[in-house]
């Protein structure tokens, strides 16, 4: 039986995916092959070292991939692996003109998405659950006694020495407490705003809370990072740009806390089992997508506001133009649940 999954969304999607790739992999045990797994550049960051993969096929479809012929190349590259079923998590017209134009017998994705044309089963897409959840209902059709399972990731030995070395370099010490804060985001209302993050990072510093604060993010996060440090009369030292995600995976899992917005490195945290503190402006828990995981704290604006959410993925710019949702947010709000959750370890 070869299995293929498909999951070309964005970082944190792949990372909700983990428990139905483990999950595909235990209903198919019997078989020779562990599922492949159709994704983007970031996606096989993503994915690296997963054991219950059996090989990850990277479609650049911003990049060098983009296009028609591109396209039709990779359809015909899947038609001569001959995959018997195609587990569709990214719910395109593009996913699923793809698996049907690679003739796979058996392609089951979940019904009203935009590319459900082309699937031969389709099941309901259970809205009241968290993503990682819902995503396990693609395989009720093959396991109805599914159950759930904690996303996750595998740095190995070389991303975990990088993270080592990070920590020795900036006189890190592993008896300390450190915080983690990923300021960044892909949209900008999701940005908690970079003063705020350097006002509570200030405060946890200074009452002895935490004993360091490491800034995660990519490098053009870099900026930043920098603002918020200069900022902060304290021990704050930024990994934006360290490394690849896999990195920024080892470096959270060797901290107390991380405080992030509704972006990846919360996803990326709750899959290393590190807590959790995110602060959700523009979105919403109900979305469904919230940090997978038992200690995970969301933080959310007190006021009413009937503008939330402004889309699934928060705007570039506020609609409103004021960006209320996260300004309202008071930085020894963060601190008070930051506090909280550092005590309770």
């Keep these: 039986m070869k ?12 990372i909700l995916t983990t428990p139905l790739i483990r999950r595909v992999r235990e209903t198919f045990r019997d078989s020779s092959d562990a599922p492949t797994v159709l994704t983007t550049p970031a996606g096989a960051g993503v994915f690296e070292n997963n054991p ?111 993270a080592r070395l990070f920590f020795e370099e900036a006189g890190i010490e592993s008896s300390g407490m450190t915080i983690a804060i990923a300021p960044g985001s892909v949209w900008g ?43 902060v009369d304290g021990r704050i030292f930024s990994a934006a740009g360290y490394g690849d995600i896999l990195t920024s995976a080892a470096i959270i899992e060797k901290c107390d806390l991380l405080i992030g917005n509704d972006s990846s490195p919360g996803h990326i945290a709750a899959a290393m089992k590190t807590p959790v503190l995110s602060i959700f402006g523009p979105t919403t828990t109900g979305l469904g997508f919230v940090p997978y995981g038992e200690k995970v704290r969301v933080i959310e604006p007190h006021i009413q506001l009937d503008c939330r959410p402004c889309s699934p993925h928060g705007k570039m710019t506020c609609p409103r133009g004021d960006h209320v949702c996260m300004t309202s947010i008071q930085p020894e709000r963060v601190v008070e649940v930051a506090v909280e959750m550092l005590e309770l370890g």
């Design 3 to 14: 299995i293929l999954i498909v999951q070309t969304a964005f970082i944190g999607d792949c």
């Design 189 to 231: 209302t999701k940005r908690y705003p970079p003063q705020y993050y350097a006002k509570a990072v200030d405060a946890l510093l200074k009452g002895g809370y935490a004993d360091s604060a490491i800034i995660i993010g990519g490098t053009n996060d870099s900026d930043l990072a920098g603002e918020i440090i200069e900022r």
């Design 52 to 162: 219950h993969i059996d090989e990850l096929l990277v479609f650049d479809k911003r990049g060098k991939d983009r296009g028609i012929g591109a396209f039709f190349g990779l359809a015909n590259g899947l038609l001569e692996r001959n995959f018997d079923i195609a587990i569709l998590p990214h719910r395109s017209f593009r996913t699923g003109l793809l698996t049907f134009m690679a003739r796979i017998p058996e392609r089951i994705g979940f019904k009203k998405a935009p590319g459900a044309l082309f699937y031969t089963d389709s099941t309901r897409r259970p809205m009241g659950l968290h993503e990682a959840e819902r995503m396990l209902a693609l395989l009720t059709g093959l396991n109805p006694d599914i159950e759930p399972a904690p996303t996750e990731l595998f740095p190995g030995e070389v991303r975990r020495d990088k």
